[in-house]
T-cell receptor, first 115, second 109 residues
Framework: GAGVSQSPSNKVTEKGKDVELRCDPISGHTALYWYRQSLGQGLEFLIYFQGNSAPDKSGLPSDRFSAERTGGSVSTLTIQRTQQEDSAVYLC?????????????FGSGTRLTVV | GQNIDQPTEMTATEGAIVQINCTYQTSGFNGLFWYQQHAGEAPTFLSYNVLDGLEEKGRFSSFLSRSKGYSYLLLKELQMKDSASYLCAVMDSNYQLIWGAGTKLIIKP
């Protein structure tokens, strides 16, 4: 597509429930990133996919968080047994290769609220 | 550890010039990015510097000094639509982007 698409744009869930967030990157972008942004905070790196390589999961805050990228395109971020501290905007970005020079293109994000 | 510092908030007047500073300490350097983020929206790419000096792009310019670990974003002829957060990010030796917390710029008429 023309841009990075994320769904849903907003999600309210009860504490303890599982949620799935979806990201559809720009066609042809080999790299895909998930970030979390809490109010007034910088972007917190979660996970990075590059082509067919093993993902860099070093930013995932706990084992409740996982992500997949199927067929080198669409990615799903899953949060199990959600907690109130998981409330944030989850941003997905994609780039050519490592994102040098042209940077990343971000989606509009999913605002997750855990009540 | 890796660290990006930028002011939390700045205020400027419509039509004026503002400079947003960013200092960094990272493991290696593969370039510095500035992004603009309007409230409730995704960050959008503004500039990329990998060599020392000034890069000019219309009303926006970005400067880099690698020896000082320092960059600034210069916005000229400020418009109300420039009210946004400006994020500084450095790409480290592992090609990971390390992000600052952002500078919220408030433009007053």
């Amino acid at each position: 597509g023309a841009g990075v698409s994320q769904s849903p744009s907003n999600k309210v869930t009860e504490k303890g429930k599982d949620v799935e967030l979806r990201c559809d990157p720009i066609s042809g972008h080999t790299a895909l990133y998930w970030y979390r942004q809490s109010l007034g905070q910088g972007l917190e790196f979660l996970i990075y996919f590059q082509g067919n390589s093993a993902p860099d999961k070093s930013g995932l805050p706990s084992d409740r968080f996982s992500a997949e990228r199927t067929g080198g395109s669409v990615s799903t971020l899953t949060i199990q047994r959600t907690q109130q501290e998981d409330s944030a905007v989850y941003l997905c970005a994609s780039s050519f290769s490592r994102g040098v020079i042209y940077g990343y293109t971000f989606g509009s994000g999913t605002r997750l609220t855990v009540v | 550890g890796q660290n990006i510092d930028q002011p939390t908030e700045m205020t400027a007047t419509e039509g004026a010039i503002v400079q947003i500073n960013c200092t960094y300490q990272t493991s290696g350097f593969n370039g510095l990015f500035w992004y603009q983020q309007h409230a409730g929206e995704a960050p959008t790419f503004l500039s990329y510097n990998v060599l020392d000096g000034l890069e000019e792009k219309g009303r926006f310019s970005s400067f880099l000094s690698r020896s000082k670990g320092y960059s600034y974003l210069l916005l000229k002829e400020l418009q109300m639509k420039d009210s946004a957060s400006y994020l500084c990010a450095v790409m480290d030796s592992n090609y990971q982007l390390i992000w600052g917390a952002g500078t919220k710029l408030i433009i007053k008429p």
